[in-house]
Structures are given as C-alpha cells and as structure tokens.
C-alpha cells in the first residue's frame, strides 16, 4: 500500500482476508492473456506475484491497451506518466471504456484497489469478466485461447404467436397446484386429538 504504515486490530485482519482472495494461478491465466491481447503494445511484468502484477498494471497504460485491442479506440490518449493523478486518471478511463464494452460497474474494481494495492483479487475479477465478454462477443477481436473465461449468458429471446399465448392462458400451471388425488377426509379440527382408526 502507498504511503500508509501497517495495519492493526480489525482492519489488519480485514486486509488479511481481502488479500487471501488473490489467486496465483489466475494471474499467470491473466498475464499471458493480456500479453497475448496486446501484441508488441505492452511489457511484461518483472515477475510473478501479486507486487509485480500490482506494479505492471498500476499506471492503467497496460489495461488501457488492452481495452484498445478489444474496442478500438475506447481510450483516446494512452500515455505514461509518474504522476500518481494521472495514473489514476489513466485506470478511470479504462473502467469507463470497459463498462461501455459490457463489464457491469458492479463487476468492476475501484481505482484505488489497484493503485494503493488494497484488493487486488477484485481486479483479477473485473479481467475475468472482461475477458469473458470479449469471448463471448465472438467479434474477432480476441486473441489468446477462450477456456481461460467462462462465456457470459445471452439472452435468448423467444416471439409467440397471439393464438400461442392465448392457448397458454387456459393452462393451469404446476406452481397452482392440482386438486386431484388429495381431499380432507380424515381430517380433524385444530387442538383435537388425532383419530387413529382400527380395522
């Protein structure tokens, strides 16, 4: 985390289950696919692990090219900066532009979970389901092999007839339930003992 001490009590153990939701594996799944995405555009992170994931992708110059690969021109002015602003700015626009590709804001991570480092899995999370709607969109735009993501549902619409609707109308439904096969006899009222009956 930038420019903060350590953490104590509550918010230590807090952090500490934040960070155990980072998943090793995926962030190899997730390097070679936006290294693979973004062909010659980017670098490659100085290692594996989650400080160097963190730090490859912290300027948002890399997820701002990825975002390029998949929907061209969905950030305008990519640029390299030291500046802590701009590098924040720089991430913003990739969560706009992959929010107007598909990934839900809900879905999304906050900027400072990538740039201060505080919740780094919800960001291999957002790549997760950018990727997924990126191979689920089927557009050519995707490189890298599609069993890394899960594809994303897809509506599947269905036109009726009039005359089919109205057929549907008639139709008792199962959630109704049925009166066939079931009756109260036998039955007793509320606080009376219950009759067991004898051949």
């Not at 960070?19 to 594996?25: F, G, I």
């Not at 590098?87 to 201060?116: C, H, K, N």
């Amino acid at each position: 985390m930038a420019n903060k001490g350590p953490s104590y009590g509550l918010s230590r153990e807090v952090q500490k289950k934040i960070d155990e939701k980072y998943d090793p594996n995926l962030e190899v799944i997730l390097t070679q696919w936006i290294i693979a995405q973004c062909v010659g555009e980017t670098s490659q992170p100085e290692g594996p692990g989650k400080l160097a994931f963190r730090t490859w992708l912290k300027d948002g110059t890399v997820l701002s090219h990825l975002i390029n690969s998949l929907a061209p021109k969905s950030v305008a002015k990519i640029q390299r900066s030291e500046m802590a602003f701009k590098q924040m700015e720089q991430i913003s626009q990739f969560l706009r532009a992959s929010e107007r590709y598909g990934v839900p804001a809900s879905d999304q991570f906050q900027t400072v979970d990538l740039w201060e480092g505080k919740d780094l899995a919800s960001v291999q999370r957002t790549l997760m389901n950018l990727g997924g709607i990126a191979v689920t969109k089927d557009d050519g735009n995707f490189r890298g092999d599609p069993n890394w993501f899960p594809k994303k549902s897809q509506e599947n619409k269905r036109d009726f007839s009039k005359d089919k609707l109205k057929e549907g109308q008639s139709v008792i439904g199962l959630q109704m339930g049925t009166n066939k096969g079931a009756s109260q006899s036998g039955m007793t009222g509320y606080g009376m003992p219950r009759q067991i009956l004898r051949p």
